[in-house]
């Protein structure tokens, strides 16, 4: 079936560290992916998304490549902020479902 | 100018009760759903409509009713509240459905349930 694995959290940076979280999917075909950023008390936001191929998704001075060989989708950031802190959820859309990873809880301190 | 919006915010209800959440949106989106956080942070889809037509169900309890009287409302009525309910609750929507869409979704802020 249709599924998406994120890298465990919590991940404690501190402030102007480099951030990746881990993604990778399965999915029959070349589903549509996304990072949705949900902060604390709010809803989710979308972050980035790519829709094909190779395709860069970025936003905010987050990135993430669209990686069909090794069916990957990390989210990097090169310096992050206090501001930054929150929960990263990976997803693809299958079936006309957008599917979920298990989330990552971010916290960058001062 | 709220994109989704649901309310309430919180609904703190006791076991056995009835409860409904209303969710609204104006983005002119065309597809609306349900989806519950569980204490972990983890998403699962409820429900999805399509221009008011039920698309997805996933394997949720029939205590779980959804309605959409048109495109831009989906609410979502509860019977016989359990504990096992408490979670929050996300309202979404987005343009068109398909199979494998390119569409993001756009997100309410959540109802958090709390069963006593």
């Known amino acids: 079936g249709n599924s998406v694995t994120q890298m465990e959290g919590p991940v404690t940076l501190s402030e102007e560290a480099f951030l990746t979280i881990n993604c990778t999917y399965t999915?029959?075909?070349?589903?549509?992916l996304f990072w949705y950023v949900q902060y604390p008390g709010e809803g989710l936001q979308l972050l980035l998304k790519?829709?094909?191929?190779?395709d860069k998704g970025s936003n905010k001075g987050f990135e993430a490549t669209y990686r069909k060989e090794t069916t990957s989708f990390h989210l990097e950031k090169g310096s992050v902020q206090v501001s930054d802190s929150a929960v990263y959820f990976c997803?693809?859309?299958?079936?006309?479902?957008?599917?979920f990873g298990q989330g990552t809880e971010l916290s960058v301190k001062p | 100018d709220t994109a989704v919006s649901q309310t309430p915010k919180y609904l703190v209800t006791q076991m056995g009760n009835d409860k409904s959440i209303k969710c609204e949106q104006n983005?002119?989106?065309?597809?609306m759903y349900w989806y519950k956080q569980d204490s972990k942070k983890f998403l699962k889809i409820m429900f999805s409509?399509?221009?008011?037509?039920?698309?997805i169900n996933e394997t949720v309890p029939n205590r779980f009713s959804p309605k959409s009287p048109d495109k831009a409302h989906l609410n979502l009525h509860i019977n016989s509240l359990e504990l096992g309910d408490s979670a929050v609750y996300f309202c979404?929507?987005?343009?068109?459905?398909?199979?494998?869409?390119?569409?993001?979704?756009?997100f309410g802020s959540g109802t958090r349930l709390t069963v006593v």
């Open positions: 979404a929507s987005s343009h068109g459905w398909t199979g494998t869409g390119s569409y993001g979704y756009t």
């Open positions: 999915a029959t075909g070349y589903p549509s």
């Open positions: 790519a829709t094909k191929a190779d």
């Open positions: 997803a693809l859309i299958a079936g006309g479902k957008l599917i």
């Open positions: 983005l002119g989106h065309d597809t």
């Open positions: 409509y399509n221009n008011k037509e039920l698309i």
